[in-house]
């Protein structure tokens, strides 16, 4: 498995977002053989569209596949993916979501696995520290994306 | 009640979308007054983003809102709501969501109401067979856009 270094790539989206002054979650879908289909960022700041967060971008990024390949692909956050990114995992049939951290945030992971998804939660320091900085320095802008109602 | 009038709205995008050789799916995003926040149809043909459904799409177009604007909101969709725009209803705090039929496809209705959402569903006829006859003269368009395993 190569779970930390597609982590490692959804860090580095996620870092972009950071310097561009946006909410800094980033997300990339691979295919079951390990190809990386769609990679992407939180753009709600840099393009003003609040339905792009880190997954839902990296879906709009890998742009239209046919279904069958969606089949064993695993999505990589860099936070519990929200019930918008939650449901957008189980549209396309993504049979694995691989998240860096949810102590910052807690999504739909259970929602996820009662739907049949394997979900897998890695604790991981640099994006649960790059989240609480942006989470204390623009607690607004985070409250906003998550529709008001942040749950740690 | 204003329903039949904003579904109207939802059909005529769903319309435009079948002009264009699109998936005919529409939404409107309508506040607690009555105004119009956002509105849009489904733009995976046409844009080739196979995350804006109608409802993401008109959520997409209202732009970034303060999250109180969409508490008492109503999502209007000429289509039951798929796993995804179901999510993104929730995230968003939507309050109700009316849907003009759900013969065509059964989305998550029963999880949008599980989780304290108002759902309506209005049996129309118009919206039914437009949808009707879109997945009958495009079945794999339709089957890719739902994630290959679309339910009546």
Redesign the interface.
């Known amino acids: 498995m190569n779970d930390s270094k597609f982590i490692a790539i959804a860090l580095e989206e996620a870092r972009l977002g950071f310097e561009e002054g946006g909410i800094p979650i980033g997300a990339v879908l691979v295919s079951s053989e390990g190809k990386i289909l769609g990679r992407g960022r939180n753009q ?1 700041v840099q393009e ?5 967060h880190g997954e ?1 971008s990296a ?2 990024n ?7 390949l ?1 089949k064993g692909a695993t999505m990589y956050t860099t936070l519990s993916p ?7 995992c ?4 993504i049979s694995r979501v691989v998240i860096a951290e949810n102590k910052n945030f807690v999504g ?1 992971e259970a929602y996820l696995k009662q739907r049949g998804v394997e979900v897998v939660v890695l604790d991981h320091a640099e994006c649960t520290e790059l989240m609480e900085r942006f989470i204390r320095e623009r607690p607004e802008l985070w ?2 994306d ?4 942040p749950k740690k």
């Not at 890998?62 to 069958?68: E, K, Q, V």
């Not at 998550?146 to 109602?149: D, E, M, R």
């Open positions: 709600r003003g569209v609040p339905i792009l839902t879906l709009a890998a742009g239209n596949l046919h279904h069958s969606y929200c019930d918008m990114c939650t449901g957008a189980l549209l396309f049939g739909g409250s906003d998550v529709g008001g109602k």
